[in-house]
């Protein structure tokens, strides 16, 4: 049995969503309970007066904290083992993790904010401060009746099919697969053929491809946290665009804005194959067109992917075997246009601020759903050339710090793209 107490100045709001459905018949089944507190009831003035203008001025009036504070204390008299939660907009935002917490409690209580919100020094009187969400609302009752929606059907017994709860969205880290209900066919559309077999493991396998291929293309952000089974992370690295990395030796500024041709390095070529093969690129160009430092490159490329550095290390051979040489950034492009029958989308980073860019989210959107091939451009030197710059379908935003230092390495540049772009 999991007790509500809501305090509230507009206790009428509830009715209707508490005499509905599930919530009504939670209460009716004695598995939950809602009691209404309104602070007006522990006015000691005349007038009963809730609310008073704002200390510094402003819009709005700031609910007070006598009343608030005294209807808290007289409900932890009478249930002091119970969790004082204000509904506002600037606490932790609640999602199906916070309420399976709070499903595990017997006494909630549930402040409900009105006007500008709630005097600052309620806060010394309660326990946490949710948010259901990044936006405003009029008051904390919508938010306290989403809150215990979402928590009631949590508690054991609520749900007519206990099962019902786990496969939902989010309970798992995962959105739900996508259901269907009868005719098989609705103008045109025919429910999936695997949900039509009967054959239960196939069903079950169907619907979990759908969670991860479904939460990875709406919601990202969610996919990152999820236990996934091998084959499960492969479908969402085949799901996403193929990413190239090119690290242009020329042509790049020099520190006097000279266009120049800079040495190949070691380090850049092992760092941004192993990050490369991290985050599961499908080829790495090291663009240098002076033959000596090509040589160079091949000899370091070769030695690691399949000389005695491959027998020596595996991981470093398997990150090598990336890597390619080429001239120019032409001839990268044509590489991939033989490959894919279509000119990549071609990505720029650069560490000067201004100009229009992309953000990583935009660009993560991009390359999930898609057999379009990117490639990403990364600078040598003090950066690529604005001929290189206009050329690109996309200018990537710069990395930066709080600091107004930016001398990121190449390599260091990279790893940190990837892991935005392509990361969990
Ligand atoms: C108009 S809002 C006050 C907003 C406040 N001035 C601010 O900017 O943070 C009035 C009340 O609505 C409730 N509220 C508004 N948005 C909410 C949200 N996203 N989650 C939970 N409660 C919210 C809170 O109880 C809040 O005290």
Avoid at 321 to 333: E, H, I, P, S
Wanted: neutral net charge; glycine residues 8%.
């Amino acid at each position: 049995m999991l007790n509500f107490t809501i305090v509230t100045l507009f206790p009428a709001m509830f009715e209707s969503p508490l005499n509905h459905s599930i919530l009504k018949k939670a209460q009716e089944k004695g598995l939950i309970s809602v009691v209404l507190v309104n602070p007006r009831d522990y006015t000691t003035d005349r007038h009963r007066i809730t609310d008073d203008y704002p200390y510094g001025g402003g819009q709005g009036m700031v609910m007070k904290p006598e009343p608030v504070v005294a209807a808290i204390e007289d409900i932890k008299i009478r249930m002091p083992r119970a969790k004082f939660i204000l509904l506002s907009p600037q606490g932790r935002v609640f999602n199906q993790a916070s309420a399976a917490e709070l499903a595990k409690e017997e006494e909630l209580v549930l402040i409900c904010g009105r006007y500008e919100g709630v005097d600052e020094r309620v806060k010394d009187f309660i326990d946490d401060e949710i948010s259901i969400g990044d936006y405003t609302i009029s008051g904390g009752e919508p938010a306290a009746i989403v809150v215990i929606d979402a928590v009631s059907r949590l508690v054991p017994g609520v749900l007519g099919n206990a099962k019902s709860a786990d496969d939902e969205s989010f309970s798992n880290g995962l959105l739900e697969y996508p259901q269907y209900t009868r005719p098989e066919e609705f103008r045109g559309a025919k429910v999936p053929e695997a949900l039509l077999s009967g054959d239960h493991e196939r069903i079950r396998q169907w619907r979990r491809q759908m969670s991860v291929q479904q939460t990875q293309k709406r919601r990202p952000d969610l996919i990152g946290r999820v236990d996934l089974s091998p084959e499960e992370k492969e479908l969402i690295c085949n799901q996403r665009a193929p990413v190239y990395v090119a690290l242009l030796h020329y042509p790049v500024y020099d520190k006097n804005r000279q266009i120049v041709t800079t040495a190949v390095t070691n380090m850049d070529i092992h760092d941004i194959a192993r990050s490369g093969r991290t985050y599961g690129i499908k080829g790495f160009f090291v663009v240098i067109p002076v033959k000596a430092l090509q040589r160079l490159a091949l000899k370091i490329i070769d030695h690691w992917a399949r000389g005695y550095g491959s027998q020596y290390n595996a991981t470093r051979k398997e990150a090598l075997a990336l890597a390619r040489v080429k001239d120019t950034l032409d001839d990268v492009l044509i590489d991939l246009e033989q490959e894919y029958g279509v000119r990549p989308r071609i990505v720029v980073t650069s560490a000067r601020p201004g100009g229009r860019r992309t953000s990583f989210a935009q660009l993560q959107d991009m390359l999930i759903n898609t057999t379009h091939p990117f490639l990403i451009i990364l600078g040598t030197g003090w950066g690529l050339t604005e001929t290189i710059i206009s050329q690109s379908d996309y200018v990537l935003e710069a990395l930066e710090g709080w600091t107004d230092y930016n001398h990121l390495s190449v390599r260091s540049a990279a790893a940190i793209i990837l892991d935005r772009l392509l990361g969990r």
